[in-house]
Nanobody, 126 residues
Framework: QVQLVESGGGSVQAGGSLRLSCAVF????????IAWFRQAPGKEREGVAA???????RYADSVKGRFTSSQDNAKNTLYLQMNSLKPEDTAMYYCAADFLWPPKCHALATSDFGYWGQGTQVTVSS
């Protein structure tokens, strides 16, 4: 049974930073595509960043240069370092995983991911 558990959300002022963590249980971590998505109230879930099985990362244009995703394979944990946060980054953040080839992984299509965490809330005030 694959399980994803996010942590690290919270409330910050604009310009601040947060680091999210996603602990992964139940499969060979390095063989999977793992990604971050977010969903703001009234909006569709959107992809933020994805790391493929080779370690290559793709970021959404809206977060490029501000967010950095990294992983600790020994701990089966994915991180999302979020800097220079903006009010529009306010959302529930989810990590997701599935066995996807890199092109599919980087496409960040919600429907391609079968495993999801419960989400962690990020609120950025102006």
């Amino acid at each position: 049974q694959v399980q994803l558990v996010e942590s690290g959300g919270g409330s910050v002022q604009a310009g601040g930073s947060l680091r999210l963590s996603c602990a992964v249980f139940g499969y060979t971590y390095s063989a999977y595509c793992i990604a971050w998505f977010r969903q703001a109230p009234g909006k569709e879930r959107e992809g933020v960043a994805a790391i493929d099985s080779g370690g290559s990362t793709r970021y959404a244009d809206s977060v490029k240069g501000r967010f950095t995703s990294s992983q600790d394979n020994a701990k089966n944990t994915l991180y999302l370092q979020m800097n220079s946060l903006k009010p529009e980054d306010t959302a529930m953040y989810y990590c997701a995983a599935d066995f996807l080839w890199p092109p599919k992984c980087h496409a960040l299509a919600t429907s391609d991911f079968g495993y999801w965490g419960q989400g962690t809330q990020v609120t950025v005030s102006s």
